[in-house]
Structures are given as structure tokens and as C-alpha cells.
Antibody, heavy 122, light 108 residues
Framework: QVQLVQSGAEVKKPGASVKVSCKAS????????MHWVRQAPGQGLEWMGW????????NYAQKFQGRVTMTRDTSISTAYMELSRLRSDDTAVYYC???????????????WGQGTTVTVSS | EIVLTQSPGTLSLSPGERATLSCRAS???????LAWYQQKPGQAPRLLIY???SRATGIPDRFSGSGSGTDFTLTISRLEPEDFAVYYC?????????FGQGTKVEIK
């Protein structure tokens, strides 16, 4: 079945970096954008950006420009999101979600990972 | 940058009642690239509606979406116990693909 499985919870100190992985299965990895969305405790959803696994092209929300890097390894159908210079307000659950490429994303983010909790604390 | 404003913040209703959720955009949403997601505590969001009015796979027909331009609505015709959750709209026609702040549908 189609699924996205994310890496486990992380605890980091302020100023450090974190790299979260998202392994896809059950579908053609290069046929779907991979988006990253985060949710701080008790807050709403915040879109961070996407990567095109086929080309490696990326589109980041301006808020995260310079701190976020999205990459992929097509040989193992895995996308990665690395966030650097972590602050306490980066504490959140980070989700990956796929979105079709062929229809220019029209069908929305239809499959989501289970989420990865990142805690930033000294 | 498009900003989405959802209303009301909280909707208190009983099972069997009709729920009407609003999502208003600060600018016109390109080609009705507007989606609705449902999120329950401790779970990832689930896609309900894409393209403003098309139900995602497996979504019951009590969920319907409508609207265009800057005004969109999610309607749940008869609330089931499992429908009490937080609902988010998202525009994905331009970057950044912003979400609204959410509407919580709670049991009255």
C-alpha cells in the first residue's frame, strides 16, 4: 500500500541541525512532489516547501530560506528535510506529504507521513 | 502572498447537525487550487477536498466543498461522531502554499 514512513523523534540543542527522513513505498517516488509541513504544539499547520524528486528542484517558503534544505535519494525512495540553526520555536511535529506532479499538484496532498517530533531544548 | 482566514474558530454542534466552515482568501486563488484537510488529535492531516469541490478518494459524500475566487466553504451535511476534529483549508495555486488557521468542530 502507499505509505510514507518518517524517521524517529529527535531532541536537539539550540543552534544545531536536524535531518528528518521520509521513505516512500507503494508508488513511483519520482511521480510526486514531496512537501514538508510542520505543526508547533497546539498550533496550526505551516507549509515549509517542496522537492521534486524527479529533478531535485525545490521551492521553499521564504520564512525558511537559508535554513532549510530538502534533498532526496531516488535509489531508496527517500526524501530528506534538514533544518539548521535550530531555535526553541522550531519545536514541532514535522510531516512529509506527497502531491502529484503530472497534474501540477491539482489533487492535493493525499498521503502523509506519520510525523516526526523535533524538540529543541538546551 | 495569499493569506487564508477561516471562520468560525470553533463550531459547537451536535451529531446529526449540519456544519458550515468558511475559508476566505486575501487574493483570488488560482484555478480553485483550494484543499480542505481534517486533523484529529495525535494524527496526521487527511485530505478531504481538492480543487475546491472534488472529494478525495474514500471521503464520504456528507463532505462537500464549494466556492471560487476568494470565498470557499466546507459543508458537512450531517455530523457523525468521527467528524469532530480540526479542519484546515490550504491554497496551493501559488507559493507559499499557506494554510488557514483552522476551525475546530466540537461536540455541543
Amino acid at each position: 500500500q502507499v505509505q510514507l514512513v518518517q524517521s524517529g523523534a529527535e531532541v536537539k540543542k539550540p543552534g544545531a541541525s536536524v535531518k528528518v527522513s521520509c521513505k516512500a513505498s507503494g508508488y513511483t517516488f519520482t511521480g510526486y512532489y514531496m512537501h514538508w509541513v510542520r505543526q508547533a504544539p497546539g498550533q496550526g499547520l505551516e507549509w515549509m516547501g517542496w522537492i521534486n524528486p524527479n529533478s531535485g528542484g525545490t521551492n521553499y517558503a521564504q520564512k525558511f530560506q537559508g535554513r532549510v534544505t530538502m534533498t532526496r535519494d531516488t535509489s531508496i525512495s527517500t526524501a530528506y528535510m534538514e533544518l539548521s540553526r535550530l531555535r526553541s520555536d522550531d519545536t514541532a511535529v514535522y510531516y512529509c506529504a506527497r502531491n502529484d506532479i503530472t497534474a501540477l499538484g491539482y489533487y492535493g496532498m493525499d498521503v502523509w507521513g506519520q510525523g516526526t517530533t523535533v524538540t529543541v531544548s538546551s | 502572498e495569499i493569506v487564508l482566514t477561516q471562520s468560525p474558530g470553533t463550531l459547537s454542534l451536535s451529531p446529526g447537525e449540519r456544519a458550515t466552515l468558511s475559508c476566505r482568501a486575501s487574493q483570488s486563488v488560482s484555478s480553485s487550487y483550494l484543499a480542505w484537510y481534517q486533523q484529529k488529535p495525535g494524527q496526521a492531516p487527511r485530505l478531504l477536498i481538492y480543487g475546491a469541490s472534488s472529494r478525495a478518494t474514500g471521503i464520504p459524500d456528507r463532505f462537500s466543498g464549494s466556492g471560487s475566487g476568494t470565498d470557499f466553504t466546507l459543508t458537512i451535511s450531517r455530523l457523525e461522531p468521527e467528524d469532530f476534529a480540526v479542519y484546515y483549508c490550504q491554497q496551493y495555486g501559488s507559493s507559499p502554499r499557506a494554510f488557514g488557521q483552522g476551525t475546530k468542530v466540537e461536540i455541543k
